[in-house]
């Protein structure tokens, strides 16, 4: 399996833009999980999917932030409009379940906003 | 609430050597915890997972303890290289969740 796979790798945008990031997670995975990371606050979870049902957005910031799964081997996160703020690294992440598996994360994608 | 707390933030050591890595967590109620690593610009990757009813786990060099009923586990790492200079996070999933709690990791340079 190819593991967790992101694009883009690196998005540059003006404020006010939309973004949208995609992930595909490994075949045969139930959950997936978009994490945000900052040097200030290190690893936040934001969102989390359960066979494509999202199961716990408390972490999304605002409601700029959406997230979908339509199907099983695919899932976005959108901000728009985007904000300097929003600048970090997105990443993507799979398991098979969560009690006795390991977490596989993308490679992730790097986010500015100008 | 549980919080995990990984010590020092960065640790620098010349290679050869054996070297220990903590994380503490504020409740034992856990179904696991994770350590993974993080090179620059890139994912993490799991490296060890230890149930909670196990009390540690070996990968090659890596040895990870877990001591539930204190809160702390170690990442034993033996005769450290350079190629294992990278950022070390732990992190736990609290009884009943289903997040997993992330440290803020420690930042490991081995040095030639």
């Known amino acids: 399996d190819a593991g967790v796979i992101q694009s883009p790798r690196h998005e540059v945008t003006e404020m006010g833009q939309e973004v949208t990031l995609r992930c595909k997670p490994i075949?045969?995975?139930?959950?997936l999980f978009w994490y945000r990371q900052t040097m200030m606050r290190g690893l936040e979870l934001l969102i989390y999917?359960?066979?494509?049902?999202?199961?716990?957005d408390s972490g999304m910031p605002e409601d700029r932030f959406s997230a979908k799964m339509p199907n099983a081997s695919f899932s976005t996160l959108k901000i728009q409009p985007s904000e300097p703020r929003d600048s970090a690294v997105y990443f993507c992440?799979?398991?098979?379940?969560?009690?006795?598996?390991?977490?596989?994360f993308g490679s992730g994608t790097q986010l500015s906003v100008l | 609430k549980q919080e995990v707390t990984q010590i020092p933030a960065a640790l620098s050591v010349p290679e050869g050597e054996n070297l220990v890595l903590n994380c503490s967590f504020t409740?034992?109620?856990?179904?696991?915890l994770q350590w993974f690593r993080q090179d620059p610009g890139k994912g993490l990757t799991s490296l060890l997972l230890i149930q909670s009813s196990q009390r540690e786990q070996t990968s090659g060099r890596l040895n990870a303890s877990l001591d539930k009923s204190s809160g702390r586990s170690t990442l034993y790492i033996a005769a450290s290289q350079p190629g294992d200079s990278a950022t070390y996070l732990c992190a736990v999933r609290p009884l009943g969740a289903q997040k997993l709690v992330f440290g803020q990791g420690t930042r490991l340079t081995i040095n030639p």
């Open positions: 999917f359960n066979n494509n049902v999202p199961i716990d």
């Open positions: 075949s045969g995975h139930d959950y």
């Open positions: 409740d034992s109620a856990i179904y696991n």
């Open positions: 992440a799979s398991s098979k379940d969560l009690r006795g598996e390991k977490l596989f």
